[in-house]
Structures are given as structure tokens and as C-alpha cells.
């Protein structure tokens, strides 16, 4: 039979081997993903660069139609482009964003873009004033139009240029990755059942060894319930005894700074266990004004003197006077460094009347 250290020494090494084949699988279809995404991201990019070029180009038409035949339709593609470009820059704005060289051309595209759009309504301007098909300043607009617009085509083509490299690297990533994925997840399946097999042989094996246990279990679970009852007995007996002396107990606990009380002293004092957690606030609450001092100055005593004592004091509740004994003893905790005290408190209000009376 193999040894339960053993069996623990195994169990780890399979998973910890799951675990590293997991996170390679997870690392391998997370790479995938990336790949992915950024195969779309370039894909859209590209398609985004040709829609602005598309539009440039699309203006630059409409306006020489106009210039040829003086005709306003043909200036419709002209307007249509002012009113989509801007959003179609906005969008390429926002997939280049986390790249600053890609901001960077897109940028200078952008101001490359201005600039021609306003050649354009120049020359527009011009070909409305004059009657002439085309004079020396409308001419010398088109030329600049015409190497602005080379420029625009070359930025362009920069931004497709950079952006189709990494589409090619990314889909050569990507195809590495989605071949790699099924090895990993068949790896991980064949450890997985080698695992879970030898597991459920041990498991098997603890079943027959907890056949015996329960037996035993059921033996100590009747001497157990006989331990149980006999202290249930003890502790109702120690309640009805404090109930007829009229008195409760308390413990406080120096490390934790912890106080407890029995039920005894929650009737003492006319609380509800449910109501209030024991504290020094609630213990000194009710004390009448005169004899605070005297219970203050007792319980520092017995904290820091170490030493047994008892004190008699009054306290209010419900506008009536109660008398009350308090008695307390430090006793060594058993780490030997601090203490605790334990106490009583019993109610000795009828003595103090048979007192009076005699």
C-alpha cells in the first residue's frame, strides 16, 4: 500500500503539472486572441485609410467637374465628403491611438487633409467670381492642389504600408497559435484523466479504511454524547444556582482585553444576552454616581495589584436602587506573561433591607 505521503507528494506533482500546462494553454489561447484582435485592428485600420483617401479623392473629382462645365452637380460628391470625413478621421484617429507613430501620420494626414479642402474652396471661390474657364491663379491653386494631393497618397500609402506588415506577422502569429492550441488542450486532458484515475483509486481505497472508522466513529460519538449531556447537566445547574443566589459571574481577559459574562449577571443587570455585547461601558454603566469612583478604583486594584478583593457598591436601573457584592480574583493565564480575573457579583439587595429592618 502506498503511503499517504506519498499519495500527497503525487497528488501535488499532478497538479502542479495542470496548473503549468494550464496557464501555458490559457497563455497560448490568450496570444491567439491578442493575435486575433489585432488582425481585425490592422484590417480596420487599412479600411479606414482608403475610406479617407476614398473621400479626398472623391472631392478632388467633384470640384474639376465643376471647373470643366461650370455644372453644380457635380460638385455633390464635394459636400458629401465634408460631411463624412470627419467621422471617418475620428474613427481613425481612435484605432491608432495607442500607437504614437501611427498617431503621428495620421496626424500630418489630417493637416495635409485641411489643407487641401481649403485649395479646393479657393478654386471653388475663384470659378464663381471669374467668367474665365480657368485663369493663372485658379491654375496655380490646381498645382498646389495637385502635389498636396501626392502627398496625401503618400502618407496614406505609409499608413498601409506599416499597418499590411503587421496584418502579415500578426495572421503568421495567429496560425502558430491556433496550431499550437488543440496540443496543449490534448495534453492537458491526457494528464488530467491520468490524474483523476489514480485519485479515484485512492479514493476507492480511503472508502474500505472509512468503513472501519465509522464503526469506531459511532462508539465514540455515544461516549461523546454522554461527555455532552453530563456538561449540559453541570452548566444548567451552575445557571438555576445563580438564579437562586441572586448572583452572575464575569471573566476578562488581559491579552485580548476580553470581558464575558454569564447569564446571571445579564438578569443582575436587566439585560437581554441578545441585546448588548459584554463591555467595561455597560459593566459601569448603571453604577449609582456616588460609588463610581470606589468600583473604578477596585477594578484597577485587582488589574494591576494582582491581588483578591471585593467591594460593596449601588447601582440604578429603572429609577430603583440595587446593592450588589462584587468580589474578583487575578488569576496566571496560561502563556504565564499575562493575567486574567475572574469574578462574581451577587445581588444583596434583600440582605440590605433585613439589614434596615433590624
Do not use: C
Not at 482608403?50 to 461650370?70: I, K, N, P
Not at 485641411?114 to 474657364?133: D, G, P
Not at 506573561?337 to 433591607?353: A, E, F, H, P
Request: hydrophobic share 35%; no cysteine; net charge neutral.
Amino acid at each position: 500500500m502506498i503511503k499517504s505521503s506519498v499519495i500527497r507528494v503525487l497528488f501535488f506533482a499532478i497538479m502542479l503539472v495542470l496548473m503549468v500546462v494550464s496557464y501555458l494553454t490559457y497563455r497560448n489561447l490568450n496570444k491567439y486572441t491578442e493575435e486575433v484582435n489585432g488582425v481585425r485592428q490592422s484590417s480596420n485600420v487599412i479600411r479606414a485609410v482608403e475610406a479617407v483617401f476614398s473621400s479626398v479623392r472623391e472631392a478632388e473629382t467633384g470640384h474639376r467637374g465643376y471647373q470643366l462645365t461650370r455644372d453644380t452637380t457635380y460638385l455633390e460628391p464635394y459636400y458629401n465628403s465634408i460631411k463624412i470625413l470627419p467621422g471617418q478621421l475620428k474613427q481613425l484617429d481612435s484605432l491608432v491611438m495607442n500607437s504614437e507613430k501611427k498617431s503621428m501620420y495620421v496626424d500630418t494626414l489630417k493637416q495635409l487633409i485641411t489643407y487641401q479642402f481649403t485649395i479646393i474652396n479657393q478654386i471653388l471661390s475663384n470659378a464663381q467670381r471669374s467668367s474665365l474657364y480657368m485663369d493663372q491663379y485658379e491654375s496655380n491653386l490646381l498645382a498646389r492642389g495637385k502635389t498636396n494631393m501626392s502627398e496625401i497618397r503618400r502618407v496614406a500609402s505609409e499608413i498601409n504600408g506599416e499597418e499590411e506588415n503587421i496584418f502579415k506577422e500578426r495572421v503568421s502569429n495567429e496560425t502558430t497559435f491556433r496550431n499550437i492550441a488543440p496540443i496543449a488542450l490534448l495534453t492537458y486532458t491526457i494528464i488530467a484523466l491520468i490524474g483523476m484515475t489514480f485519485l479515484f483509486s485512492r479514493v476507492l481505497d480511503a472508502l474500505n479504511k472509512q468503513e472501519i472508522a465509522e464503526q469506531k466513529l459511532k462508539e465514540n460519538i455515544e461516549t461523546l454524547k454522554k461527555e455532552v449531556g453530563a456538561k449540559e447537566e453541570r452548566g444548567l445547574l451552575l445557571r438555576e444556582a445563580e438564579t437562586l443566589a441572586h448572583m452572575g459571574s464575569w471573566r476578562w481577559y488581559e491579552k485580548k482585553d476580553l470581558l464575558i459574562w454569564s447569564e446571571g449577571l445579564y438578569e443582575i443587570w436587566g439585560l437581554n444576552d441578545l441585546e448588548m455585547k459584554p463591555s467595561w461601558s455597560s459593566f459601569l454603566g448603571n453604577i449609582y454616581r456616588d460609588d463610581r469612583k470606589k468600583v473604578e478604583d477596585f477594578l484597577s486594584r485587582v488589574k494591576t495589584e494582582k491581588e483578591d478583593s471585593e467591594v460593596n457598591y449601588r447601582i440604578e436601573l429603572d429609577g430603583k436602587i440595587k446593592h450588589v457584592l462584587m468580589a474578583a480574583k487575578p488569576r496566571k493565564n496560561s502563556d504565564g506573561q499575562s493575567n486574567d480575573v475572574l469574578g462574581t457579583v451577587i445581588d444583596i439587595t434583600n440582605q440590605k433591607l433585613y439589614e434596615r429592618q433590624l
